[in-house]
């Protein structure tokens, strides 16, 4: 395993890409009571009590929102990524991704997205709960949020194989299953050939809208300024042109993977973002574009987070 030393980040700069409206299954896996993100606060530190193995193995999805977005214990962020081997991710996911935490996390130190870990198949089970999950992440994870070093983490693990959510006309493709990590389920994601909804572009847009779970949107671990939370699909919002609307919207024409609106959080989450310690507008870099006729989207999925609300995740096995 590659060992990747904080101190040695660098701020990469990063271009940002056309889109088609998306369903994308994501996931929001629960911690603390099991039931309600929300209830666990804005909580500095989080990520390290009482240590941070502990912390990542037994916390959900936004529980560590103050660390990712605030400088005041962790001024720099990195974002750890194991995939299975022959499938890497996209070096313009990378990149997206890497710009939208460093614009939304106030982090004087900087924010890296690096690429880890090739995971063999073999490794894979055909259909993985968060057990499975846990076992690999415990397996091939590096890094956990550091005091000394003022470096919060993120854990973004690519899988084989299908998400035990999945039912007959439901398909997982991002689930974040604790406070600092994330899976993305590779063959959901595959769209082939297709030339209007890529195969990076729903990469991209599934990993944007697992990561501002992580971030504690939509009312699920920071407080709304504003109601905007769609209450049909806790945890999302109620834009369809937000990505953190519960289909995931990739427009038909533009913006493009690579453009600096795709895949962009609305006015109202970065207005929560901004009220809970991170970083406020920037010049074209809120989701502006409202969306047409049905006719704009191509659903590809449920959102896992509404299939996985009502569902207590237990601690993984460290």
Request: proline share 6%; aromatic share 6%; with cysteine.
């Amino acid at each position: 395993m590659r060992r990747f030393n904080p101190s040695q980040l660098l701020l990469r700069a990063c271009g940002l890409a056309v889109c088609v409206t998306l369903a994308v299954a994501c996931g929001g896996g629960s911690g603390g009571d099991g039931s309600n993100p929300a209830a666990f606060g804005l909580r500095d530190r989080a990520s390290v009590t009482p240590t941070p193995a502990v912390a990542a193995a037994n916390s959900g999805s936004g529980e560590f929102a103050a660390d990712f977005l605030r400088r005041t214990n962790f001024t720099s962020l990195i974002v750890e990524i194991d995939y299975p081997a022959g499938r890497p991710p996209s070096s313009s996911v990378v990149q997206l991704l890497e710009q939208r935490l460093t614009e939304r996390c106030d982090k004087p130190g900087g924010v890296n997205v690096f690429v880890d870990d090739a995971i063999p198949l073999a490794e894979f089970p055909s259909v993985l709960a968060v057990a499975d999950l846990d076992d690999l992440e415990q397996a091939h994870r590096d890094l956990y949020a550091d005091v000394t070093t003022q470096t919060a983490v993120m854990y973004l693990l690519y899988v084989k194989g299908a998400s035990n959510l999945d039912g007959p006309t439901t398909h997982v493709v991002g689930l974040s299953y604790h406070g600092s990590s994330i899976a993305y389920f590779v063959d959901a994601g595959d769209q082939g050939n297709d030339l209007l909804v890529t195969t990076a572009e729903v990469e991209g847009s599934t990993l944007v809208h697992e990561t501002g779970h992580q971030l504690g949107l939509v009312n699920a671990g920071i407080p709304m300024v504003q109601p905007h939370e769609d209450a049909a699909h806790g945890a999302h919002d109620l834009e369809p042109s937000c990505i953190m609307y519960w289909l995931i919207n990739v427009p038909l024409v533009s913006p493009n993977l690579g453009d600096a609106d795709f895949a962009q959080f609305d006015p109202q989450c970065v207005s929560d973002l901004e009220s809970a310690g991170g970083l406020g507008p920037l010049p074209a870099r809120i989701a502006t574009q409202r969306l047409g006729a049905s006719s704009e989207r191509m659903a590809v999925g449920d959102c896992g987070c509404c299939l996985d609300r009502l569902r207590q995740i237990a601690p993984a096995r460290r």
